[in-house]
C-alpha cells in the first residue's frame, strides 16, 4: 500500500494551506472525463455540503450526480451498466455520514466485476468500514465526534490511502465537516488532477483494467 503523507495533509486542512489549480482553464471538457458521484447522508437534509462541493466541480465543467444514501444499490447498477457498455472514465465517489459508508459499499459491489473507482472520497465515515482493493485512492476526512472514524484497508490494497484525523478542528463537526471550503477544494483539486493532470498515465491504466 501506497501511504499517502497524511499528517501533512492534516496540517494544511486546518491551516487552509492548499496548492490550488485551475479547472477552467484546461482545454479538455472535464465532464467527459468524470463520472462522479456524491451521496448524502440520513433524511436527505443534512450533507447540504454534497450539493455545495457538487455545483462547484459542475462550475469547473464536471457533471457531478448527488443522491441519497440509500439509493446506493441503484448506483452501483449504473456504474456497472456503464461499465459494460464500455464507458472508460474515471469514477469518483464521494460521500458524508451515511453517505460515506454507501460509497464504501459501492466499491466494494464494484470490485465484484474488476470494475476499478479511481479516487473515494468520504466524510466521517461512521462505520469501521474495509475499503476494497479496486480503490486507486482513498481520502476519508474524520473526526473523534461520536459519529466520525477511520476507514481500514483490505489486505492486499495497493493504492493511497489516507485517514485525515481533523478533531483538532473545532470549527468542524459531524453536520458541517463535508461544507468546509478548505476541504471541498483539497477534493476539487484532487478530481482534477485525475482528469487533467495524470490524464495520459492514468487513462491507460484503466482502459487496460476494464478491458
Known amino acids: 500500500m501506497r501511504s499517502v503523507l497524511g499528517a501533512f495533509i492534516a496540517v494544511a486542512v486546518l491551516c487552509g494551506v492548499f496548492i490550488t489549480t485551475s479547472p477552467a482553464s484546461a482545454q479538455t471538457a472535464p465532464g467527459a472525463q468524470a ?3 456524491l451521496l448524502r447522508g440520513l433524511f436527505n437534509i443534512y450533507s447540504l455540503g454534497m450539493d455545495s462541493l457538487a455545483a462547484k466541480l459542475q462550475a469547473q465543467g464536471y457533471a457531478p450526480m448527488v443522491t441519497t444514501w440509500d439509493s446506493a444499490p441503484s448506483v452501483a447498477d449504473q456504474i456497472i451498466a456503464n461499465h459494460r457498455r464500455g464507458d472508460t472514465a474515471h469514477l469518483v465517489l464521494i460521500g458524508h455520514s451515511l453517505g460515506s459508508n454507501a460509497v464504501i459499499q459501492i466499491a466494494n459491489q464494484l470490485a465484484q466485476y474488476n470494475i476499478p473507482v479511481d479516487l473515494v472520497v468520504t466524510f466521517d465515515v461512521t462505520e469501521p468500514l474495509v475499503v476494497p482493493t479496486n480503490v486507486a485512492r482513498f481520502i476519508n476526512f474524520y473526526q473523534r465526534n461520536g459519529f466520525g472514524r477511520p476507514a481500514t484497508p483490505a489486505s492486499g490494497f495497493a ?3 489516507s485517514n ?5 478542528d473545532t470549527n468542524l463537526s459531524h453536520a458541517n465537516i463535508d461544507e468546509s471550503p478548505q476541504l471541498q477544494q483539497f477534493v476539487i483539486n484532487r478530481v482534477f488532477e485525475l482528469t487533467h493532470t495524470h ?4 487513462q491507460p491504466k484503466r482502459r487496460a483494467k476494464r478491458s
Open 35 to 37: 463520472e462522479i458521484y
Open 164 to 168: 485525515l484525523d481533523l478533531t483538532a
Open 159 to 161: 493504492g493511497e490511502f
Open 199 to 202: 490524464l495520459g498515465a492514468v
